[in-house]
């Protein structure tokens, strides 16, 4: 039946799977079997996959994620199946809309941002470029938080995305893999070592397909789930103990549970190393087994996987591989850590060193025992290799060690991925060198070849082709489809960005995009916005470094400056704001707050004439990304220079036609590199002069009170204007500007001011601004991620 007509298929599978006739039907219910009805023409592409990699003996790729944030996945599906017409006509037969179904489907949120987000355009690309691999990851039950806005805080509330159950996966019960706790290491009598564990959990497979782009390749999203060996103890249960009979289950079941919304301060929490080492020995040990069973020898396990490690998430499956070749594989631990480090890359998302994940090393002594003597071991070659090296004095050889002795004794999860693996990658230039010179730089010293950079990039399908499809068709008409099938073939677009009938047809998508969010954000949050204004949007997690404060501060300056000449010749701008922010992090939530109280305030003032609207929507996720991107004028990447990585959202925004206003950071540089200075709005301090002035005495102080906008929109906010309910709440806030101001709003107010006056210039000569958001979209094919897995796959994993 995968190859009937959709339309029959669909009601079959809604008799037979949901159990309900058409009249009966829900729309959930037909969500669910139009999904299962895709599902079942993916599964022929995905076994002739699956076969043809098994006959050809191909190397796999294999990408581990503490998170994928995938988002709803019916329509990158249908799309890529190149199916969506012929389901928006099955539905329509039945007085259905495809796009209202597609509503249905809850938005699977496994990740906190940008780092899990990469994960899911990484496995889409690969599906698209035909190379072999599988994401290893967690099947979280609730994921990441939904945030609801209350009274302007932040609430958390858990995401039930399961509760309809998943039309997407598979359950693998049969591949099921032991992960030990705790327990003793002793030796064998035949001098063998062995790890007995005092706790066993069971990780069991649960298999996604990701579909590529025209469907050439399907692979496999492989997350795990946890189950107790023994689910229930019934001598337990039958003695009265209920809950205590069920307790080892429900200590598994709090494995998979939720993600921890910690973004860049690692939570220290031994559930999160619990979590870990869960999915990492799950993951290698199916990644040796699948090697053995196919190609016998664990000994070409590099020639045949390459492992790379998002982020140091999953840095111990460098230890759990040498465990498994050495104590289960007999191999002598030289070997074994020459096979390891051909077989890893690790990708490092972030310099905070607050952010750089380290474990007490009692706490990784007592969960994993024998770890800890396989890091030990690793340790004293590594350390012996930087002596012999001669170009390490005793600082560079303590800051290289895989243990902090400095105070409590901690283990350090990058250097034993950088230790572990033959390739260390940034994700964007600057990024890649700040790597050398700060977090790495020791480890550079010894390895100089190891670092290397590979930008990021999204994927142009859910980023352009899905969530636009208007402009997806008017590109269409103007330089035929070959950018379908190779994002830098936009450049097509750069000779006609001065055409006026395109800049026209470019602006009527563009608009009525505007008019569709416009209408989404009134249903949802019953404020009106105008189309015709212009849409400047921040969305992304909130974080001091991040600077939705900067923009927040310059947004009340904004309102002062209106509101004192009123008769100027304002542009007409609507401030949209959305994001998490990590359930313990004090001022971001304040931040959330403080953009809520600003947008109550400046709405309701008549004296402002509709000129400046401030909203905060509510749960940013990427469903909300995909209807808030294409409807952009402005995109807000204003982070610290030298503390954004990448940033993948500036990418997001540039393909969809918005301009850019952003500091010299991450990927922002490379953006402005291909579009040119002209079509960009750069400002503030380079990530050097940033350094230079924490070095030096940096009186933010003198600054804020020599700048009188900057100055009066600090006062009014710490004096209670926008929280006259509660005069003080952003008096701390603000007292952290005066003081140290770590990240750099008062340095940078002024001409991040400056550079909005500019783009407001630029806005009032419309052809001027089309003509560069043409620009935008047309040379930014580059940042696709199909050319960064293409990198990866030619200089990192060698499958290409
Ligand atoms: C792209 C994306 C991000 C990353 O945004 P940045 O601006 O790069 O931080 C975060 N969350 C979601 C939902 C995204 O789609």
Not at 224 to 232: E, K
Not at 714 to 724: L, M, P, Q, T
Not at 753 to 769: F, G, I, K, N, T
Request: proline share 4%; aromatic share 8%.
């Amino acid at each position: 039946m995968t190859t009937g007509n959709i339309e029959s298929d669909l009601i079959d599978v809604l008799r037979r799977r949901v159990g309900k006739d058409e009249f009966a039907a829900k729309p959930s219910d037909w969500f669910y079997a139009a999904a299962q009805t895709v599902r079942d023409r993916v599964i022929d592409h995905w076994i002739a996959s699956t076969r043809q990699t098994y006959a050809a003996g191909s190397k796999r790729v294999y990408y581990l994620s503490l998170e994928f944030l995938i988002g709803r996945l019916m329509r990158d599906t249908l799309s890529n199946l190149g199916l969506t017409r012929e389901m928006e006509r099955a539905l329509a037969d039945h007085g259905l809309d495809l796009a209202a179904i597609e509503e249905m489907e809850p938005d699977a949120a496994l990740g906190n941002g940008g780092l899990g987000r990469l994960a899911a355009c990484f496995m889409e690309s690969l599906a698209s470029l035909d190379i072999p691999a599988y994401g290893y990851g967690i099947r979280y039950v609730n994921g990441m938080f939904r945030q609801r806005i209350d009274d302007g805080w932040q609430v958390e509330l858990p995401e039930t995305w399961l509760a309809n159950g998943n039309p997407w996966e598979f359950k693998r019960r049969e591949s099921a893999y032991r992960i030990g706790f705790g327990g003793e290491v002793v030796e064998t009598a035949d001098g063998s070592i062995a790890w007995n564990p005092a706790e066993l959990i069971e990780a069991s497979a649960v298999d996604t397909p990701v579909v590529g782009w025209r469907g050439k390749r399907v692979n496999t999203l492989r997350l795990w789930t946890a189950n107790s060996l023994d689910p229930i103890k019934l001598d337990a249960f039958n003695a009265g103990d209920h809950a205590g009979a069920l307790a080892d289950q429900v200590r598994a079941d709090s494995l998979v549970r939720v993600l921890y919304p910690a973004d860049s301060n690692a939570s220290g929490q031994e559930l999160r190393l619990r979590q870990e080492y869960f999915f990492s020995s799950a993951s290698i040990q199916d990644i040796v087994r699948r090697h053995v069973q196919y190609h016998g020898d664990v000994t070409t396990l590099p020639d045949k996987a390459a492992i790379q490690l998002n982020d140091t998430h999953p840095a111990v499956s460098v230890a759990e591989l040498m465990r498994l070749l050495v104590d289960n594989h007999g191999l002598e631990f030289d070997e074994a850590w020459d096979i390891t480090k051909r077989t890893f890359g690790y990708t490092n998302h972030t310099l905070l060193p607050e952010a750089l994940e380290s474990w007490p090393l009692p706490l990784f002594e007592r969960l994993l025992p024998r770890h800890m003597q396989i890091v030990y071991a690793i340790n004293s070659r590594l350390l012996r290799e930087a002596r012999k090296s001669g170009v390490m004095d005793d600082d560079s050889i303590s800051a290289i060690s895989l243990i902090d002795e400095g105070g409590e004794r901690r283990v350090r999860m990058a250097n034993l991925a950088f230790a572990g693996a033959h390739s260390v990658n940034g994700v964007a230039a600057l990024h890649t060198e700040l790597m050398k010179t700060t977090v790495f730089s020791d480890l550079h010293k010894l390895y100089p070849t190891r670092i290397n950079n590979k930008t990021n990039g999204v994927t142009p399908r859910r980023w352009l082709q899905q969530c636009n499809p208007g402009l997806t068709a008017t590109i269409k008409d103007a330089i035929g489809d070959a950018f379908l099938d190779d994002t830098e073939k936009l450049v097509d677009l750069v000779p006609l960005a001065g055409d006026s009938t395109l800049q026209e047809r470019v602006a009527e998508v563009k608009r009525s995009n505007k008019v569709a969010l416009a209408k989404h954000i009134k249903d949802l949050m019953g404020v009106r916005l105008d189309p015709d204004a212009l849409f400047d949007v921040q969305i992304k997690r909130i974080h001091e470094y991040k600077r939705q404060l900067l923009n927040l501060v310059e947004t009340v300056a904004l309102y002062d400056q209106i509101r004192s000449h009123p008769e100027r010749d304002w542009v007409p701008r609507v401030k949209i704001f959305g994001g998490k922010a990590a359930s313990s992090y004090h001022n971001a939530k304040l931040v959330i707050k403080l953009a809520n109280d600003i947008a109550r305030r400046v709405n309701a003032d008549p004296s402002v004439g509709g000129l400046l609207k401030v909203v905060f929507v509510p749960n940013y996720n990427v469903t909300f990304a995909e209807r808030i991107i294409p409807a952009a004028d402005l995109s807000e990447q204003i982070s610290t220079a030298g503390m954004e990585a990448s940033g993948t959202g500036n990418m997001k925004f540039a393909l969809n036609g918005a301009l850019t206003i952003g500091t010299l950071d991450g990927a922002n540089i490379e953006i402005k590199d291909h579009v040119g200075d002209e079509n960009i709005f750069i400002f503030g301090m380079t990530a050097e002069e940033v350094a230079q002035k924490r070095a030096d005495t940096y009186n933010p102080r003198e600054l804020i009170e020599g700048s009188p906008e900057l100055h009066q929109a600090v006062e009014a906010i710490a004096s209670g204007v926008f929280s006259h309910d509660d005069p003080h709440r952003y008096t701390e806030l603000m007292a952290g500007l005066y003081d140290h101001d770590w990240f750099m709003v008062a340095a940078d107010f002024d001409a991040y001011a400056a550079a909005q006056r500019a783009v407001d210039r630029r806005w009032e000569d419309a052809a001027s601004w089309r003509k560069a958001a043409i620009h935008n979209i047309a040379k930014v094919g580059w940042f696709s991620s199909d050319r960064t897995i293409g990198e990866y796959a030619r200089e990192i994993w060698g499958v290409l």
